[in-house]
């Protein structure tokens, strides 16, 4: 038996019965959904959740801890005459000027350390940031964007200018400016953090705006898809298909269900050994 305790588990009204009779607890399977975990009793192994939940498991074999990651960079230690502080339990570098260049030395940038973000797309426009500040210090800017971000972003000369923003960034809990552990935590703010990283780079124009925009639609479409599902459950909205129109910011999707998509991959291996 399996108890998945989570922060997401869907507000219940006190009394209210799951659909395995339990209050405030939904299960499938050997999983139980339960709410966020309360209290753990030593003497009898027994754990109780939130939102009064009925389910109180005991002789408990094994808990794990499913806290998150921290970033560690073995490559970089008291030899390299670098500043770099990475805290364990803090999930935050710094200093870092707008999370990606090393505040003291720009010359240094860390990409894809901000998470709950549409990955490859983001760091794309990372690198485009860091190779464009690069050439331009250079005195070798790619002429061919010149024209095409007029109001385009510099990383300040000052060192102190940059020393200071990177300090107010890493006690400022990310945009949810909660928590330290959520600096580095993006997910709607993603699409304004790719904007900038665009001007940082000299190509924001209409037509990458419009490419930022429908990847904001589909990545909305994908999230509500799985909103409510069960963890562990049916995952049938991983296999959806999308076809973008970037002109026009709009997605057409094609829903796909597991059992067709195992035939789908099916006939695909079959076409391709045929090919072959």
Known sequence: KVFLSDTSFPTAQDGEEGSDGKRNCLSMGNIDWVPKTLSFNEKDSSIHFDQLCSNRPNDIDVIIFCSG??????????????????VPGERRVSPLYEQLWHAQYPNIAFIGLQHSVVPFPFFEFQ????????????????????????????????????????????????????????????????WDACKVYAKYGGILSESVEKYINTNKLIYDDSNNSRKGSFPGGPDDYRYSSYVRDDENESFSRYPVTMANADVAQSRNEKTLLSEI
């Open 69 to 86: 990651y921290d970033y560690q960079f073995p490559f970089i230690n008291e030899k390299s005459n670098l500043e770099l502080k990475v």
């Open 127 to 190: 690198a485009e940031a860091i190779a464009h500040q690069l050439l331009k210090r250079m005195g070798k800017s790619d002429s061919h964007m010149d024209s095409c971000c007029a109001n385009e972003y510099q990383v300040p000369l000052s060192l102190e200018e940059r020393m200071d923003a990177a300090e107010h960034d890493a006690n400022s809990g990310g945009p949810k400016g909660a928590r330290v552990q959520d600096t580095h935590f993006l997910g709607s703010w993603q």
